[in-house]
Protein backbone atom coordinates (compact mmCIF):
# COMPACT_ATOMS: atom_id res chain seq x y z
CA UNK A 1 0.00 0.00 0.00
CA UNK A 2 1.61 2.80 -1.52
CA UNK A 3 1.67 6.07 0.98
CA UNK A 4 -0.27 4.39 4.02
CA UNK A 5 1.37 4.40 7.07
CA UNK A 6 -0.88 1.96 8.80
CA UNK A 7 -2.83 -0.66 7.73
CA UNK A 8 -5.33 -3.08 9.27
CA UNK A 9 -4.55 -6.98 9.87
CA UNK A 10 -6.49 -9.90 11.13
CA UNK A 11 -7.12 -10.51 14.75
CA UNK A 12 -4.25 -12.21 16.83
CA UNK A 13 -4.47 -15.09 18.80
CA UNK A 14 -3.37 -15.23 22.29
CA UNK A 15 -0.35 -17.23 23.41
CA UNK A 16 0.95 -17.55 19.91
CA UNK A 17 4.25 -15.76 18.29
CA UNK A 18 3.00 -13.98 15.16
CA UNK A 19 5.40 -12.78 12.10
CA UNK A 20 4.86 -9.73 10.50
CA UNK A 21 6.47 -8.42 6.75
CA UNK A 22 6.70 -5.46 5.63
CA UNK A 23 8.99 -4.62 2.75
CA UNK A 24 9.11 -0.67 0.60
CA UNK A 25 7.96 -0.45 -3.06
CA UNK A 26 8.52 2.57 -5.13
CA UNK A 27 6.20 4.68 -6.98
CA UNK A 28 7.45 1.98 -10.27
CA UNK A 29 6.20 -0.68 -8.06
CA UNK A 30 9.69 -2.27 -7.24
CA UNK A 31 10.21 -3.85 -4.22
CA UNK A 32 13.05 -3.73 -1.68
CA UNK A 33 14.14 -6.82 1.03
CA UNK A 34 11.48 -7.84 3.19
CA UNK A 35 12.14 -6.71 6.99
CA UNK A 36 10.34 -9.05 9.73
CA UNK A 37 9.17 -8.82 12.81
CA UNK A 38 8.14 -11.10 15.25
CA UNK A 39 6.35 -10.57 18.58
CA UNK A 40 3.85 -12.74 20.72
CA UNK A 41 -0.01 -11.72 22.51
CA UNK A 42 -0.16 -12.86 25.40
CA UNK A 43 2.57 -15.39 25.51
CA UNK A 44 3.25 -17.35 28.96
CA UNK A 45 6.90 -16.93 30.11
CA UNK A 46 9.03 -20.08 30.30
CA UNK A 47 8.68 -22.07 33.32
CA UNK A 48 12.15 -22.10 35.81
CA UNK A 49 13.90 -24.87 35.66
CA UNK A 50 15.97 -27.23 37.82
CA UNK A 51 13.23 -28.18 40.70
CA UNK A 52 15.02 -29.87 43.51
CA UNK A 53 14.05 -30.98 46.48
CA UNK A 54 15.12 -31.56 50.04
CA UNK A 55 12.85 -33.82 52.49
CA UNK A 56 12.76 -32.76 56.14
CA UNK A 57 10.73 -34.01 59.24
CA UNK A 58 7.60 -33.17 57.91
CA UNK A 59 8.30 -30.79 55.49
CA UNK A 60 10.02 -30.14 52.17
CA UNK A 61 12.88 -27.48 51.34
CA UNK A 62 12.52 -26.86 47.58
CA UNK A 63 15.41 -24.65 45.38
CA UNK A 64 14.50 -23.79 41.26
CA UNK A 65 16.24 -21.89 38.89
CA UNK A 66 14.93 -18.61 37.65
CA UNK A 67 12.44 -18.75 34.13
CA UNK A 68 15.09 -16.78 31.96
CA UNK A 69 11.76 -15.24 30.71
CA UNK A 70 12.21 -11.01 30.93
CA UNK A 71 8.99 -10.10 32.84
CA UNK A 72 8.56 -12.62 35.33
CA UNK A 73 6.82 -11.13 38.54
CA UNK A 74 6.93 -14.21 40.89
CA UNK A 75 6.30 -18.46 40.97
CA UNK A 76 3.23 -19.87 42.03
CA UNK A 77 3.51 -23.13 43.97
CA UNK A 78 0.66 -25.77 44.66
CA UNK A 79 1.28 -29.06 46.12
CA UNK A 80 -1.33 -32.19 47.31
CA UNK A 81 -0.75 -35.82 48.20
CA UNK A 82 0.82 -37.76 45.07
CA UNK A 83 -2.23 -39.10 42.51
CA UNK A 84 -4.61 -36.51 44.54
CA UNK A 85 -5.63 -33.25 44.03
CA UNK A 86 -3.31 -30.05 44.69
CA UNK A 87 -4.34 -27.83 46.32
CA UNK A 88 -4.91 -23.58 45.65
CA UNK A 89 -1.94 -22.40 44.17
CA UNK A 90 0.37 -20.19 46.44
CA UNK A 91 1.69 -16.99 45.27
CA UNK A 92 5.52 -17.04 46.36
CA UNK A 93 7.18 -13.58 44.61
CA UNK A 94 10.46 -13.86 43.21
CA UNK A 95 11.82 -15.81 45.20
CA UNK A 96 14.23 -19.04 44.49
CA UNK A 97 13.80 -21.10 47.12
CA UNK A 98 10.46 -22.34 49.14
CA UNK A 99 9.92 -24.41 52.33
CA UNK A 100 6.40 -26.06 52.47
CA UNK A 101 5.76 -27.03 56.02
CA UNK A 102 2.89 -29.24 58.17
CA UNK A 103 3.71 -32.43 56.01
CA UNK A 104 3.10 -36.07 56.79
CA UNK A 105 6.39 -38.20 56.99
CA UNK A 106 5.96 -40.85 54.68
CA UNK A 107 3.46 -39.31 52.71
CA UNK A 108 4.71 -38.55 49.19
CA UNK A 109 3.90 -35.18 47.75
CA UNK A 110 3.44 -33.40 44.28
CA UNK A 111 4.70 -30.13 43.81
CA UNK A 112 3.65 -27.77 40.89
CA UNK A 113 5.55 -24.62 40.02
CA UNK A 114 5.10 -21.81 37.85
CA UNK A 115 5.91 -18.45 36.71
CA UNK A 116 3.76 -15.76 36.26
CA UNK A 117 4.40 -12.46 33.96
CA UNK A 118 3.19 -8.87 34.60
CA UNK A 119 0.35 -9.98 32.16
CA UNK A 120 -0.45 -12.40 34.19
CA UNK A 121 0.07 -14.75 31.84
CA UNK A 122 1.25 -18.65 33.63
CA UNK A 123 3.79 -20.92 32.59
CA UNK A 124 3.35 -24.64 31.79
CA UNK A 125 4.23 -26.36 35.15
CA UNK A 126 7.70 -27.89 36.21
CA UNK A 127 6.61 -30.69 38.69
CA UNK A 128 8.62 -33.23 41.52
CA UNK A 129 7.04 -35.94 44.04
CA UNK A 130 8.83 -35.66 47.27
CA UNK A 131 8.42 -37.29 50.58
CA UNK A 132 9.32 -35.71 54.33
CA UNK A 133 11.33 -38.17 56.67
CA UNK A 134 10.82 -39.40 60.27
CA UNK A 135 14.37 -37.63 61.85
CA UNK A 136 13.53 -38.49 65.33
CA UNK A 137 14.33 -41.87 66.39
CA UNK A 138 15.19 -44.31 68.92
CA UNK A 139 17.22 -47.86 67.76
CA UNK A 140 14.69 -48.27 64.45
CA UNK A 141 11.62 -46.94 65.59
CA UNK A 142 10.87 -43.55 64.31
CA UNK A 143 8.31 -40.67 65.52
CA UNK A 144 5.97 -37.70 64.48
CA UNK A 145 7.60 -35.77 67.48
CA UNK A 146 9.86 -35.52 70.71
CA UNK A 147 6.96 -35.97 73.03
CA UNK A 148 6.04 -39.05 71.14
CA UNK A 149 9.57 -40.33 71.21
CA UNK A 150 9.82 -39.28 75.32
CA UNK A 151 6.82 -41.39 75.65
CA UNK A 152 7.99 -44.28 74.22
CA UNK A 153 11.78 -44.15 75.46
CA UNK A 154 12.91 -46.93 78.19
CA UNK A 155 16.18 -45.62 80.16
CA UNK A 156 19.12 -46.19 78.93
CA UNK A 157 17.50 -45.63 75.30
CA UNK A 158 19.39 -42.43 73.32
CA UNK A 159 16.30 -40.48 71.41
CA UNK A 160 18.17 -39.50 68.37
CA UNK A 161 17.37 -36.16 66.27
CA UNK A 162 18.66 -35.93 62.44
CA UNK A 163 19.60 -32.56 60.85
CA UNK A 164 16.45 -30.15 61.15
CA UNK A 165 14.30 -27.74 63.55
CA UNK A 166 11.81 -29.18 65.61
CA UNK A 167 9.20 -27.80 67.03
CA UNK A 168 7.60 -28.76 70.62
CA UNK A 169 3.88 -28.28 71.07
CA UNK A 170 3.99 -28.41 74.70
CA UNK A 171 6.54 -28.50 77.59
CA UNK A 172 8.95 -31.26 77.36
CA UNK A 173 10.63 -33.60 80.29
CA UNK A 174 13.44 -35.69 79.13
CA UNK A 175 12.49 -39.00 81.07
CA UNK A 176 15.33 -40.45 83.43
CA UNK A 177 17.99 -42.21 82.31
CA UNK A 178 16.87 -40.73 78.76
CA UNK A 179 19.48 -39.12 76.40
CA UNK A 180 18.61 -36.86 73.64
CA UNK A 181 21.56 -37.23 70.68
CA UNK A 182 21.71 -34.86 67.82
Do not use: M
Amino acid sequence: VVGVPTVGGPSLTDGVYHTWGVRPRDADGACGPWSLAVFGQNVPPAPPSGLAAVPKHQKILLSWTASPTAGVTGYRLAWGPFGGALGAPVSLGTVTTATVTGLTNGTTYTFDLRAVDSGADVSTPITLNATPVNLISIGGSTFDSLQGAGAAALPGQTIQLGEDLFTLTAPFTLPVGVTLQG
